[in-house]
């Protein structure tokens, strides 16, 4: 007989910042329902108060859909995001001068009984999942300059320093019918760690830092202070202002 996985523990670490920014147009949450799990963060796009509306409306249509239907299957975080999608559109109808509206979405789903995890997202909020300390998967973003990448076209570009890195070609409440790019349910062990950020973070820490801060951490919240630490110095060290800037950081297990 087959042994049956362990139920995993979580230890989480959240951060929401305005940055050097006017508002904040990020948002984030995350709910459990019985062994389940649900990890959400957003990006909006349209205007201070569009992209306030747009992600708070998508991190509260996840919710919500959740909270209804706390499923774990491959075909749950889509279902999610087509939710959220309904809202932004419902909410758009409802207010004509937020028309310009959209959010990127970035969401997980963590079955802690059945040790597995799986996560969707659209735009260019990302999801890292690090093992033994290394970078063992992270979304693909929906922009322009990684299209550009994939195609050839832009051989040896740097997504975070491109000039059209802002550019999406799919987010929620564009007109592009792209679908949500979907990590089917994939096992997770003890001492994985999940980072789930926004660019406004990302783009100023790469991935070989955040295994080295990883590596230091004692506790996802450790972990997320460095990161963002780091983000401030090297922001400072350029004279930019901070976008807003977002962040989950999911433990599983013991500090890996």
Not at 11 to 40: H, K, M, P, T, Y
Not at 53 to 69: G, I, K, P, R, Y
Not at 93 to 110: C, D, E, H, I, N
Request: aromatic share 4%; glycine share 8%; with cysteine.
């Amino acid at each position: 007989m087959a042994d049956m996985p362990q139920r995993i523990a979580l230890s989480v670490a959240e951060v929401s910042s305005v940055g050097g920014r006017a508002s904040n147009q990020d948002a984030i949450g995350r709910a459990e329902r019985g062994e389940l799990a649900c990890f959400v963060v957003s990006d909006g796009a349209g205007g201070h108060e569009g992209g306030e509306v747009a992600s708070q409306t998508v991190v509260q249509a996840v919710l919500s859909n959740f909270a209804e239907h706390p499923d774990f299957s491959a075909d749950a975080t889509p279902a999610m995001v087509a939710e959220a999608a309904i809202a932004v559109a419902r909410s758009k109808k409802q207010r004509p001068s937020l028309q310009g509206m959209s959010a990127t979405v970035a969401l997980a789903l963590v079955d802690r009984a059945g040790a597995q995890a799986t996560w969707a997202h659209m735009g260019d909020t990302r999801i890292y999942l690090f093992r033994r300390g290394r970078l063992l998967h992270a979304t693909r973003d929906h922009s322009m300059v990684q299209q550009m990448i994939d195609a050839g076209l832009a051989a040896g570009a740097d997504p975070r320093s491109h000039p059209k890195r802002n550019v999406l070609y799919a987010a929620i409440g564009t007109d592009n019918e792209v679908l949500p790019s979907v990590m089917p349910p994939m096992s997770l062990r003890a001492g994985d760690a999940i980072l789930i950020c926004t660019d406004g973070l990302w783009e100023w820490v790469a991935e070989p830092q955040m295994e080295l801060l990883l590596a230091k951490a004692g506790s996802a919240q450790e972990w997320l202070t460095a990161i963002c630490a780091l983000a401030d110095e090297r922001a400072g060290l350029m004279h930019k202002a901070r976008d807003n800037y977002s962040a989950q950081a999911i433990f599983i297990g013991d500090a890996p």
